[in-house]
């Protein structure tokens, strides 16, 4: 784990220790006490200074210029005119844009891969995942979050290019314009990804369970006739067990019984608005070195309670782009 995360997450326990023993400190003293009590609180107050980072320590990792106008998916509902689409097999592993020079992730980091990895590839945009194999989503990460390229782990990682975005025409023209661009690139990791027809929800379902039997995430459907378009969308579909969504991490609740002294629960807040409590999925190593506040994390739920706050949700990972 980088260091300047390390010393954030820390920073953000000693602080809130501290700031609850001042508290404590205020709740015992009345008016009627004696002068011998204030350089306790005075004591107190001055290791809030201490506390204080330099300044641009808050401050969000540097990014590129704008992020990628990515089509990104609404979840798959029973009912949806499946003739419509096209359905491939959802990719556990980092979104990836090819922009015509450089590899970006979703949030517009550049991606150093190895020379190698993108020589020879087209000024045409590619969309697609960075992938590791079924299973293998830690690893992947590790390998393609390196400043300083692992050659040999990027011999694992395959490009699983799904889309062209700046390929004029529907997805049924870009569809088609797909296996001769991989096939013109002719590296064994780019790869493009195999799409069909699904005549009904039932056989929908049964292939759903034949790929989470073998380890992988879910399905994603994409309808024919839709242009790419950035933003979210019903053009795009994920169908997976349970759903998932992100959210943003607002504050620490205190571990208790074997969790003391680490963190028993994430406070997160949704886009939305809507604030609850993680606890489950968390690590050891995660309650000892929570995910920064202010950072994104992905969690999976199933269904949600009248008041919009999610049913069963359970941490699944910190984003990590």
Do not use: C
Not at 103 to 129: H, K, N, S, V, Y
Not at 130 to 149: A, D, I, K, M, Y
Not at 174 to 184: M, T
Not at 243 to 251: F, Y
């Amino acid at each position: 784990m980088p260091i300047r995360r390390r010393i954030l997450s820390l920073h953000s326990i000693l602080f809130a220790a501290v700031a609850s023993r001042i508290a404590k400190t205020y709740s015992r003293l009345s008016p009627g006490m004696g002068p011998r009590h204030r350089p306790n609180r005075r004591a107190a107050l001055r290791l809030l200074p201490a506390l204080a980072l330099p300044a641009g320590w808050l401050a969000a990792p540097a990014q590129a210029a704008g992020k990628p106008p990515l089509m990104l998916a609404n979840v798959y509902r029973e009912g949806v005119p499946l003739a419509d689409f096209w359905v491939s097999e959802k990719y556990d592993g980092i979104r990836a844009y090819w922009d015509g020079r450089s590899l970006l992730t979703r949030g517009g980091e550049t991606i150093q891969a190895p020379a190698w990895f993108t020589r020879g590839w087209p000024q045409r945009a590619m969309d697609g995942e960075l992938w590791g194999g079924r299973g293998r989503f830690e690893q992947t990460v590790s390998t393609v979050r390196r400043q300083v390229p692992d050659e040999q782990a990027w011999r694992g990682i395959s490009f699983m290019v799904f889309d062209l975005p700046q390929e004029p025409g529907n997805f049924d023209r870009r569809l088609a314009a797909l296996p001769a661009l991989a096939g013109a690139i002719s590296q064994d990791w780019v790869v493009a990804v195999r799409q069909r027809k699904v005549a009904s929800h039932r056989a929908l379902q049964a292939w759903l369970d034949e790929v989470e039997k073998q380890g992988g995430e879910g399905l994603m459907l994409h309808r024919g006739a839709s242009l790419y378009l950035a933003g979210r969308t019903d053009d795009l579909l994920k169908f997976k067990s349970m759903e998932d969504a992100e959210a943003r991490v607002v504050a620490y609740l205190p571990g208790k019984g074997k969790y003391q002294g680490m963190v028993g629960a994430l406070s997160v807040e949704t886009a939305d608005g809507v604030r609850f409590n993680i606890g489950s999925g968390l690590t050891d190593a995660q309650r000892r070195t929570p995910p920064p506040l202010g950072s994104t994390i992905t969690y999976r739920f199933r269904g949600r309670h009248a008041s919009g706050k999610p049913r069963f949700a359970v941490l699944l990972r910190e984003r990590s782009d």
